[in-house]
């Protein structure tokens, strides 16, 4: 009886104990507060209800995304947004999910989560630039530091090379910005009064925004100085040749010529012809001047030939007239026939080289910009070392009497002219050598005649292609 009375005893208190660690289990569950020591980004919850905590942490959330942000610029320009309009957003989704798995899920689940639940929290923050990006745009940053200058060259009247530098502006360091912005945001919750009257202060993070060109690089082209001149004198040419003249070198006047570029006289004509495009004067046509279109062009390519031969630039292509010129001696002149003959010069100096021609009064002038060594100067000699005679062509002419004559056309003599360039370094010579052998070839003197029976009469020359020099064709 006693044994029986005992093991009841024992029933009964395993029934209370049971029902006192049940009872405690469900009250450790079941708690709306939350385990003490608890802090989310240094705020203190523990104890607190879970639903005002809810509350709470909302309401500080939206309190940091609204503290004020103030950017200054160099300019003492300010520009004041809240935190979230500068694309800072705070959130506690890990805090807020941990909260859900106290009050969440049977009670065994609800125990054990409470027992494990971490006692330090912190925010996630996120940050996008893309909002702040258009208000501190490229018009912003125009507006407050202005557009960055190009450093210019300036060749002066007087024939000097003159820099000035370029001016810098700035532009947003983005990546600085963001790295700035995120080390002085607020990333505390602890009391929702600290943020009240609370702004951040921020110099905008600038970059040096460099123009396209600057002093440095201009210099490094190396424009020093003029290297070469040269003139010839349009002396008595009427209006249409002297356009000509002046819409060719108008044509030809800034190119800028980089180390080893070659000069193609061809394509300054063809920017004349779109520009102005060239009016009449007198052409060579196979060797006879003839009413043309464009005549005189040929005065600015031989007038660049004299420079460039001064400034010991390499010759690629150049021809003489089939006539001598009367404003440069025989054998310094550069003849143009459209699609035939060109002009064409390569710089080897190895700077950069800038062309300027004009025409002023009667004077065509062209000079040579870049860098070439002053102690060296070029000495150009042309001498005849044959003249060629003019033959006679006859033509009949059945309207004079038997065996009577007229001239027609007088002949032209001709000449075969050397011309030599000479290198002067501190002007004495150093280098000579021929530069070209050029033939002004004689022109027929032309006779009419009336055989009359005296025999055949002169068959005319064989008919050529029209080659039209110092003109264009058309």
Same mark, same amino acid.
């Given at each position: ?28 569950? +079941?708690?709306? *507060? ?85 006692? *330090? ?22 507006? *407050? ?109 800034? *190119? ?19 520009? +102005? ?198």
């Amino acid at each position: 009886m006693k044994k029986i009375h005992a093991a009841l005893i024992a029933v009964i208190g395993l029934i209370l104990a049971g029902s006192l660690a049940a009872g405690g289990l469900h009250l450790y569950g +079941t708690q709306h *507060t939350l385990p003490a020591k608890t802090f989310v980004a240094g705020w203190d919850v523990g104890g607190i209800e879970i639903s005002e905590v809810r509350t709470g942490l909302a309401s500080r959330l939206k309190a940091l995304e609204a503290v004020p942000l103030v950017l200054k610029a160099e300019t003492n320009t300010e520009l004041t947004v809240t935190l979230q309009q500068a694309g800072m957003s705070y959130d506690a989704e890990e805090f807020l999910q941990g909260l859900s798995t106290l009050t969440e899920g049977s009670l065994l689940e609800r125990v054990r989560a409470r027992r494990s639940f971490p006692r *330090t929290w912190e925010l996630g923050v996120h940050l996008d630039l893309a909002q702040l990006r258009k208000s501190l745009s490229p018009a912003w940053e125009k507006e *407050t530091f202005g557009d960055p200058v190009d450093a210019v060259r300036r060749i002066t009247a007087d024939d000097r090379v003159e820099y000035t530098p370029e001016k810098t502006s700035y532009e947003v360091d983005w990546r600085a910005l963001e790295l700035t912005l995120r080390a002085a945001v607020p990333m505390s919750l602890s009391s929702a009064d600290s943020l009240e009257g609370k702004r951040i202060v921020l110099e905008v993070p600038l970059s040096i925004k460099q123009p396209d060109v600057t002093l440095k690089a201009l210099k490094e082209q190396g424009v020093e100085r003029k290297i070469s001149q040269f003139s010839t004198s349009l002396g008595a040419s009427g209006p249409g040749r002297t356009f000509n003249v002046a819409a060719a070198a108008e044509a030809v006047n800034g *190119t800028m010529l980089p180390p080893g570029a070659v000069f193609d006289y061809g394509k300054a004509i063809q920017k004349a012809q779109a520009d +102005t495009g060239f009016r009449e004067a007198p052409v060579i046509v196979n060797g006879k001047l003839q009413p043309g279109t464009g005549g005189g062009i040929c005065q600015v390519s031989s007038t660049l030939y004299n420079a460039a031969l001064r400034s010991g630039l390499e010759i690629v292509e150049r021809r003489n007239h089939s006539l001598p010129v009367s404003y440069l001696p025989k054998g310094q002149d550069a003849t143009f026939s459209e699609g035939n003959i060109n002009f064409r010069f390569r710089n080897n100096t190895g700077k950069y080289l800038i062309i300027h021609a004009a025409v002023q009064g009667r004077t065509l002038t062209v000079k040579l910009f870049g860098t070439f060594p002053k102690n060296v100067t070029f000495l150009v000699q042309s001498r005849t070392v044959e003249v060629l005679a003019p033959t006679d062509k006859y033509v009949s002419d059945p309207s004079l009497p038997n065996g009577g004559t007229r001239v027609i056309q007088n002949g032209k003599t001709g000449y075969v002219v050397e011309t030599h360039i000479t290198r002067l370094v501190d002007g004495k010579a150093v280098e000579k050598k021929l530069l070209s052998r050029d033939t002004y070839y004689a022109q027929k003197r032309i006779i009419a005649i009336n055989r009359g029976g005296m025999g055949k009469s002169t068959s005319p020359d064989p008919r050529k292609t029209p080659v039209v020099e110092d003109g264009v064709r058309g």
